[in-house]
């Protein structure tokens, strides 16, 4: 498999490597996300001494001293057992005794510590002694390329990233691995001798989310419907059993951080934190919440928006994570009928194109375009110094005000703001009277309540395009398709 796409990644990590000086990258990512792979096929073959070794979930300090003592031996002792340590400062020592008695002067050496919370295990002083060592040594040694590595993302920033103690500012580098875009997802693909069109990739990534390894057993000649069915709902396919193994691999207490993921799911408009905060009381106990709320966001399930210029009503959050949404909307209420036994009558491909199926789509497609802002940008030209920001007004009860939701706006430096409206449909989507109207109707309650001077554009984001009215030539200034998220 060849290495798709990562271009900044790979950029990052030839600068690491290049340098002619010790460096400290941490690197992070969601689960099955790519973050092993980048770095084996980044170092594995290079001109160095590449030292790997993987942390074992629930493993005990003994079991991941043991396999860290024994991967020394066979990297630097050619494959000979070596003495066990007791502790972690003990082990880092044996690490640096082996590189300064069997690597050359100017041989550079790559430590990857891979699932790196994992190793951490409760009062086990591996991070202190990591301190220790880097402080004392290895930050002196120009030869040493050392990569925390981990899914935690909360763990990484909190514990490497933003340590407070002896590692603080301490990384040199640091990388968050996201999942592929569209363009990457199709390069993916064609790599597997997989050739869909847009509009195929484009269903297969509300369900995938573009994590790399929920592609692999995607099979050739076989529609997106075909291969969902396949993946997602037969008795211990892939994403079927994926959801809980997922979440325990990123947090304690996985159960907390799902609860929230439900109460945000449910409104697909997006919700604020105060509410979440007052249905999640009893979930978190202890008060976490707002913690929680971050360390999902860091880990790229939710996203949260300042609401445009009301940043006293505080954050509220939407569910971006297309995985999470389709197990929660379509795998888990029939998840009980398909642990009896496997589903065999062609079940999501009765589904599409249902009532359900669009509405489905419709909120996936808006998570696809929230993580293609750069492309959109491209498209209409608009700066990179544009605020991209989502905007919503919600009348307090009783009100005979008007609410009205943006789904995504660029408030720009040249004195004007660009609202966007996205929409999914299988045909050029159609402007009618009404639709004009309530559009209208929305960018009246913004400036209203935006009191906003600026001149406005309006935008759609339609997948298949629009069709040319009356009303689509007088309200849409520009317009941005499924091809347009490609680029």
Known sequence: MNLIGRYEEK???DD?????????????????IGK?????????????????????????????????????????Y???????????????????????????????????FDEFPWMATHRSGLLQALEHRWNHSWSNDKRIKLIICGSSASWIINKIINNKGGLHNRITRKIHLMPFNLKDTAEFLANMKINLDHKQVAELYMTTGG????????????????????????????????????????????????ELLRIIAKSHTGIGQEEITSQSDEISRGG??????????????IISFMPHTHKKRGKYYRLIDEYTLFYLDWIEPVKNTLQKKSLESRYWQEKHNTPTWYNWAGYAFESICYKHINQIRKKLNISPSAIANGWRYVPVAKSKDKGAQIDLLFDRDDDAITICEIKYTNEPFSITKDYAENIKNKIAVFKERTRSKKQIFFVMISANGIKDTIYSEELVQGIITLEDLFA
């Open 211 to 258: 994590v790399p390894y929920y592609l692999l057993p995607v099979e050739k000649n076989q529609s997106a419907t075909q291969l969902i069915d396949k993946l997602a709902f037969q008795q211990n396919c892939l994403l079927f059993n994926e959801f809980d193994n997922l979440f325990s691999s990123l947090f304690e207490n996985s159960s907390n951080y799902i």
């Open 288 to 301: 976490r919440t707002i913690d929680r709320l971050q360390e999902l966001e860091d880990a790229g399930f």
């Open 78 to 112: 050619q494959g000979a057992e070596i003495k066990e340590r007791d502790n972690w400062i003990d082990t880092f020592d044996a690490l640096s005794d082996a590189i300064e008695k069997n690597v050359l002067k100017d041989k550079k050496i790559v430590l990857f």
């Open 16 to 32: 690491f490597f290049k340098s002619d000086r010790p460096e400290f990258l941490a690197i992070y990512g969601r689960r099955r």
């Open 36 to 76: 092993t792979f980048l770095i084996k096929q980044t170092f594995g073959e290079s001109d160095c001494i590449f030292f790997n070794v993987t942390g074992i979930q629930n493993g005990s300090k003994d079991t991941q001293i043991k396999l860290f003592i024994n991967e020394i031996g066979k990297v630097f």
């Open 11 to 13: 950029a990052i990590l």
